[in-house]
């Protein structure tokens, strides 16, 4: 089986699109090569089920639920076959005509595949390369939040940026991650905005045991559309965006009681506490709450469980939002919860007492 399976997968990951039609999924995927859409074997509102196809492969997850993997578990998952089942196996090599094929056209036409998904992978590095280029580009071009429209927004969310907590030592009270764009079109409203702009930083490179010797990169930007006014968030949708992928990538916002950056840190033999939450807005919440801790946006809930921690954080503290109806959501968050923890370093876990967030209980409501 485990030598079928080696020689179906690159056949049908070659054929992905033709495979997804014939499961009944038709939508084509966004950005940088992923799919997301209410999940067929629940039929829930919420756009629960992703796959992603960028590279000359196919994966999934369904959010709110352990069911992931590659192109043989999503049509098990489909067909409500167990995960690796024969069943599946034997759908997909019917599907590209494996078992019509004598073992020498198998080898000739899984080496093609393989090819194939080189190329496709080659070519959706070099695009994700120059994405990224641009998304730098986009954020190294914004202006300095101080006086400008961003900061009339975070004001409206009850944070004073020059009114920061003192407590920094020498430390700068804007974080220099956010940075605002006077006029930056909304694609799919058509409309030119106002935008608060955050550039997500990939800290993997100290993550590593031993740390690597490489430079944290920008990767991507956060953009937060805002009214003409700055009052408020824009009446757009999506009114936030990421661009391009975000996958363990984060929004550094407070370096803490040490003023460090993270090399300097490790460096310095520092140990700290990180304190994590799921978008900007919280994250400066907390930073008002208590500037001593180093602050990070994780972006998203389910981006939460990629946040490499690195060497210099000894404890971690996790703000979380107050959606326990959401199942899916609960879900996540405990899955997350669990990857941190298996950093081998202490978790603990704050909930708003107002509202839905942190911020919702700086600002009393």
């Known amino acids: 089986m485990s030598a079928l399976i080696a020689m179906l997968k690159p056949l049908a990951d070659a054929r992905r699109f033709e495979v997804l039609h014939a499961l009944g999924i038709h939508a084509r995927p966004r950005g ?4 997301r859409i209410s999940d067929p074997m629940s039929r829930d509102r919420d756009p629960s089920l992703v796959i992603w196809t960028h ?3 196919l994966t999934f997850r369904r959010y709110g639920s ?16 167990p995960r690796g089942s024969r069943e599946a196996v034997r759908w997909l090599a019917d599907f590209v005509g494996l078992e019509r094929l004598t073992p020498a056209q198998r080898r000739l036409a899984a080496a093609r595949a393989h090819k194939l998904i080189e190329q496709e992978q080659h070519h959706h590095d070099e695009k994700l390369s120059l994405a990224r280029a641009d998304a730098f580009g986009l954020w190294r071009a914004a202006t300095p939040i101080e006086g400008s429209l961003g900061e009339v927004y975070l004001r409206s ?10 407590g920094v030592r020498g430390g700068a009270r804007t974080p220099s991650a956010l940075r605002f764009l006077p006029a930056h079109r909304h694609v799919e409203s058509g409309r030119t905005l106002p935008c608060l702009i955050a550039a997500c930083v990939d800290f993997a490179c100290f ?3 031993p740390p690597r010797a490489a430079k944290p990169m920008i990767q991507a930007v956060h953009r937060t559309w805002l009214k003409p006014d700055g009052s408020g968030k824009a009446d757009v949708a999506p009114v936030k965006k990421v661009w391009p992928s975000y996958a363990g990538l984060v929004i550094p916002l407070w370096r803490g009681a040490s003023n460090l950056s993270v090399r300097d840190a490790i460096a310095s033999g520092l140990r700290e506490t990180l304190v994590l939450t799921e978008g900007i807005e919280d994250g400066l919440s907390a930073v008002v709450a208590n500037p001593e801790h180093r602050v990070w946006a994780a972006i998203s809930l389910n981006n939460l469980a990629n946040v490499p921690i690195p060497e210099c954080i000894d404890g971690i503290i996790v703000h979380r939002q107050r959606d326990w109806h959401n199942l899916q959501a609960v879900a996540a968050f405990e899955a997350a919860i669990g990857k941190l923890e298996a950093t081998g370093r202490p978790v603990a876990i704050v909930e708003a007492l107002a509202g839905k967030d942190l911020n919702d209980t700086l600002r009393g409501e």
């Open 66 to 81: 352990d069911a992931a993997g590659d192109i043989i578990d999503l049509v098990a998952y489909l067909h409500g076959w």
């Open 32 to 35: 940088t090569g992923y799919i």
């Open 157 to 166: 969310r009850g944070i004073v940026l020059r009114d920061l907590p003192d």
């Open 207 to 209: 993550a590593a045991r």
């Open 55 to 57: 590279g000359g492969r």
